[in-house]
């Protein structure tokens, strides 16, 4: 038996069908010995349930849940959790890919400090062809995040999400349990996920390349540019966020974060026409200002 904590990697599946297979593919190949996969299918229209299906057929340790109809990214998450028995893991999208030391690399420095909440890597990111871009963070930039997590990491990317690469971190499960999982009612799960963890807990960065990130053009990034209701979607989770935010925040440095990440969103909510959100950052602005003007100096 071995004696390495278990890790569980959720792979979450919608409509992956041209990748899903690479992505399972490179979980199983993992050079750390102690994995339980866990495969979601968030009720897709393609014919990603029969690929998985027929991946999983030889597979009896791997537990593959189908969701009989379309959760969202957080509450099939939080749902597949319940069947989970690692002592960290990995929320993994279908598209993206594991490098075969990517989690052994993170456990090792966890098992170093059993305080952290999460250890995250560098990574690299591919296309449709699974052809190598770039890497995810240069030079310039891991050196800014090591800064920024020495100095308040929770404050930094408040901010500034340019610290964050959600797809290759590794999390303890205990925090995850105490802070009830991922927030059901936001669109996207990190972005809430890391500001929470990094509130009360320390974080650890790695620079090494452990994942491929896959970039495309329905990503859910690219939401941003364009007026859809998919937009709309990302502007109402972002302004839970930063309304939580504004409720966690103390000193005024982290009141002056919170001010240049509603700038941000308020310039994406221009772009994209949304008067809503247009106003409400305005009023969350108003609010924020008002608050780090009655707050006392650090």
Same mark, same amino acid.
């Given at each position: 038996?071995?004696?390495?904590?278990?890790?569980?990697?959720?792979?979450?599946?919608?409509?992956?069908? $041209?990748?899903?297979?690479?992505?399972?593919?490179?979980?199983?190949?993992?050079?750390?010995?102690?994995?339980?996969?866990?495969?979601?299918?968030?009720?897709?229209?393609?014919?990603?349930? $029969?690929?998985?299906?027929?991946?999983?057929?030889?597979?009896?340790?791997?537990?593959?849940?189908?969701?009989?109809?379309?959760?969202?990214?957080?509450?099939?998450?939080?749902?597949?959790?319940?069947?989970?028995?690692?002592?960290?893991?990995?929320?993994?999208?279908?598209?993206?890919?594991?490098?075969?030391?990517?989690?052994?690399?993170?456990?090792?420095?966890?098992?170093?400090?059993?305080?952290?909440?999460?250890?995250?890597?560098?990574?690299?990111?591919?296309?449709?062809?699974?052809?190598?871009?770039?890497?995810?963070?240069?030079?310039?930039?891991?050196?800014?995040?090591?800064?920024?997590?020495?100095?308040?990491?929770?404050?930094?990317?408040?901010?500034? @999400?340019?610290?964050?690469? @959600?797809?290759?971190?590794?999390?303890?499960?205990?925090?995850?349990?105490?802070?009830?999982?991922?927030? $059901?009612?936001?669109?996207?799960?990190?972005?809430?996920?890391? /500001?929470?963890?990094?509130?009360?807990?320390?974080?650890?960065?790695?620079?090494?390349?452990?994942?491929?990130?896959?970039?495309?053009?329905?990503?859910?990034?690219?939401?941003?540019?364009?007026?859809?209701?998919?937009?709309?979607?990302?502007?109402?989770?972002?302004?839970?966020?930063?309304?939580?935010?504004?409720?966690?925040?103390?000193?005024?440095?982290?009141?002056?974060?919170? /001010?240049?990440?509603?700038?941000?969103?308020?310039?994406?909510?221009?772009?994209?026409?949304?008067?809503?959100?247009?106003?409400?950052?305005?009023?969350?602005?108003?609010?924020?200002?008002?608050?780090?003007?009655?707050?006392?100096?650090?």
């Amino acid at each position: 038996m071995s004696t390495s904590p278990l890790v569980t990697v959720i792979c979450s599946c919608y409509n992956h069908s $041209e990748y899903v297979l690479k992505s399972l593919d490179a979980v199983t190949n993992q050079t750390y010995p102690n994995v339980e996969l866990i495969v979601v299918d968030d009720c897709s229209t393609d014919n990603s349930i $029969e690929i998985i299906e027929n991946w999983t057929r030889n597979k009896p340790k791997v537990l593959f849940i189908k969701n009989s109809k379309n959760l969202g990214l957080t509450r099939s998450f939080n749902h597949a959790m319940k069947s989970a028995s690692g002592k960290y893991f990995m929320d993994l999208a279908a598209d993206d890919i594991l490098l075969p030391n990517c989690i052994e690399t993170l456990v090792k420095s966890f098992e170093k400090n059993l305080d952290l909440a999460m250890v995250y890597s560098n990574a690299e990111t591919i296309n449709e062809k699974d052809e190598v871009k770039e890497t995810f963070f240069n030079k310039a930039q891991t050196a800014k995040i090591k800064t920024a997590i020495q100095d308040n990491f929770y404050q930094n990317i408040l901010a500034n @999400s340019i610290y964050m690469c @959600s797809v290759s971190a590794l999390y303890n499960r205990n925090i995850f349990d105490t802070l009830n999982g991922y927030d $059901e009612g936001l669109y996207f799960e990190d972005f809430d996920y890391w /500001l929470r963890i990094s509130r009360k807990h320390p974080v650890e960065f790695i620079d090494i390349i452990l994942v491929q990130k896959r970039f495309l053009e329905n990503s859910m990034g690219n939401g941003f540019f364009v007026k859809s209701e998919h937009t709309h979607k990302l502007h109402t989770s972002f302004y839970i966020i930063l309304k939580k935010a504004y409720s966690m925040n103390v000193k005024k440095s982290e009141y002056v974060a919170l /001010l240049q990440r509603i700038y941000k969103q308020t310039r994406w909510a221009i772009k994209t026409i949304n008067v809503k959100y247009l106003f409400l950052y305005f009023v969350l602005f108003t609010q924020t200002l008002c608050k780090l003007i009655s707050v006392k100096k650090e």
